[in-house]
Antibody, heavy 121, light 107 residues
Framework: EVQLVESGGGLVKPGESLTLSCAAA????????MSWVRQAPGKGLEWVAF??????YYADAVKGRVTISRDNAQNSLYLQINDLRAEDTAIYYC????????????????WGLGTLVTVSS | DIQMTQSPSTLSASVGDRVTITCRAS??????LAWFQQKPGKAPSLLIY???NLQRGVPSRFSGSGSGTDFTLTISSLQPDDFATYYC?????????FGQGTKVEIK
């Protein structure tokens, strides 16, 4: 059974940094591109970042402040967010999938339960 | 970025009703469109991928259609468990974008 479990959220002050983690199980983690999606309270879904073997991509809203990384040996995905702002307050989900390879595009078929990041002084 | 416009934003319906939600992309995305259901406090759950393919385990009352820029999610006979928010999502590019959501409420 595919499982994605996020952790690392919490209450942080504006300007601080935070690293979110996503532990994957039940599939060959290294074989899949992975993505982060966030959802501000009461709002819709917003793609944040994507990582494959060869590429990382970021949403304009977070570019320059966010780094996505992965440790295939640990079956883990990470999202480091620097210079946190009030508008970064959201539930952050990791999702399996993303990108297009050999004319096939990959949708997010599995999602974690999310981890809440609250940015407030 | 590809913009996704979903309508309506809210829909009031009764159990047994046929419900249709539409989604329009700002440029052609071929059939690279997914539909998700989200209930309060839960993660999104995949219903449909590649515009019309039903995810395993999803009831057959859900169906999707469309290609290019115009897409539709249909629930043939609304059930109590279906009252939720629905999102379309394009995955034509690595930078996914989502519709703003359609909340299906009890009439």
């Amino acid at each position: 059974e595919v499982q994605l479990v996020e952790s690392g959220g919490g209450l942080v002050k504006p300007g601080e940094s935070l690293t979110l983690s996503c532990a994957a199980a039940g599939f060959s983690f290294s074989s899949y591109a992975m993505s982060w999606v966030r959802q501000a309270p009461g709002k819709g879904l917003e793609w944040v970042a994507f990582i494959s073997d060869a590429n990382n991509y970021y949403a304009d809203a977070v570019k320059g402040r966010v780094t996505i990384s992965r440790d295939n040996a640990q079956n883990s995905l990470y999202l480091q967010i620097n210079d946190l702002r009030a508008e970064d307050t959201a539930i952050y989900y990791c999702a399996r999938g993303g990108g297009c390879f050999d004319d096939i595009c990959y949708y997010p078929d599995y999602w974690g339960l999310g981890t809440l990041v609250t940015v407030s002084s | 970025d590809i913009q996704m416009t979903q309508s309506p934003s809210t829909l009031s319906a009764s159990v047994g009703d046929r419900v249709t939600i539409t989604c329009r992309a700002s440029q052609s995305i071929s059939s690279w469109l997914a539909w998700f259901q989200q209930k309060p406090g839960k993660a999104p759950s995949l219903l449909i991928y590649k515009a019309s393919n039903l995810q395993r385990g999803v009831p057959s009352r859900f169906s999707g259609s469309g290609s290019g820029t115009d897409f539709t999610l249909t629930i043939s006979s609304l059930q109590p468990d279906d009252f939720a928010t629905y999102y379309c999502q394009q995955y034509h590019s690595f930078s996914w974008t989502f519709g703003q959501g359609t909340k299906v409420e009890i009439k």
